[in-house]
């Protein structure tokens, strides 16, 4: 493993590291893989066969900082992680595009795998995005040794081969279901086989993405669109069902009585970009990472 480097990473304005990474901030430091501390973003994950870790921080409007203890690929993470290639576009819904003027360096921050935010929508079924973020913790330490970063542990979440030859039991003690963690090794077997899109094809092919998804075990369609949503940051995967993102719209259109059927139907008027206007609605919520 190469010695800690740190190095610049131009971004294209407008891009604001602290909105963009609210999502990390929102689960405190409960996460294995990500957190956002003082200012900037940490972050853990596989790389090949090795574990990597990444600290970002935004030096001004174009620069980012990135210290890592890979060799390389700094850009690609931050355009597969960062979603540094998806700015927010025009919208024509006077209150979505009020929000983008409001927090208008919003990129569609993700896991950077389809396969990783499918495992994250599985344990997150039915449960607070806190209690998920402890059970992923759970999880991600049975697989692999923590990495020190600011005084914190992190654990990047296992890979599919190491899900596909684990014992049921051991996802098990995750505090998952056992039907949950059967459909997480089922995934990760089917990911191995070649059941399942790669990255890039989801990306262009977002709709048979979800039909290869839904295939699986347990996954409907939330679990699907979430794992487009947040494994790959898709612009357009719109979560329909999440409790969270009814009660964002509902503070954002000031009507505490909107129903989910009826936010599916407001939501029809944000395509091609469903998914970063759920972004927006949701840190008006809940907010930025703090500065």
């Known amino acids: 493993m190469a010695e800690p480097h740190s190095r610049r990473l131009p971004i294209c304005p407008p891009f604001s590291l602290a909105v963009t990474c609210g999502p990390a901030a929102w689960v405190g430091h409960r996460s294995p893989r990500h957190a956002w501390h003082e200012g900037s973003y940490l972050w853990a994950g596989w790389e090949g066969e090795r574990v990597v870790w990444r600290r970002a921080q935004q030096l001004d409007i174009a620069d ?12 690609a993470w931050g355009r597969r992680v960062l979603g540094l290639d998806i700015p927010l576009p025009e919208f024509t819904d006077p209150v979505i595009a009020d929000l983008a003027r409001t ?53 990047p979440l296992p890979g599919a081969a190491q899900l596909a030859d684990a014992p049921v039991a051991l996802v098990r003690e995750s505090g998952v279901t056992w039907k949950r963690a059967e459909a ?41 669109e979430s794992a487009l949503l947040w494994g790959i940051g898709a612009p357009d995967a ?31 008027g944000w395509r091609p970009a469903r998914g970063l206007a759920a972004r927006l609605v949701w840190t008006n919520l809940f907010g930025p990472a703090p500065g």
């Open 64 to 75: 980012l900082d990135i210290t890592s203890n890979a060799r390389d690929g700094d850009s």
């Open 238 to 268: 719109w979560p329909s069902g999440d409790v969270a993102l009814l009660r964002a719209a509902r503070l954002a259109y000031g009507n505490p009585d909107m129903t989910m059927k009826a936010l599916d139907a407001l939501s029809e």
């Open 184 to 224: 997480i090794v089922r995934a990760a077997r089917a990911q191995m086989n070649g059941e399942l899109p790669s990255d890039d094809d989801a990306r262009v092919e977002p709709d048979e993405a979800m039909r290869r998804l839904r295939a699986l075990p347990l996954v409907g369609r939330w679990t699907a």
């Open 103 to 155: 927090f208008p360096g919003l990129r569609p921050l993700c896991d950077g795998s389809l396969f990783d935010g499918l495992v994250t929508a599985i344990v997150g079924q039915s449960i607070s995005v806190a209690a998920a973020a402890v059970t992923q913790a759970r999880l991600a330490a049975r697989f692999a040794a923590p990495v020190e970063l600011d005084g914190r542990m992190f654990h």
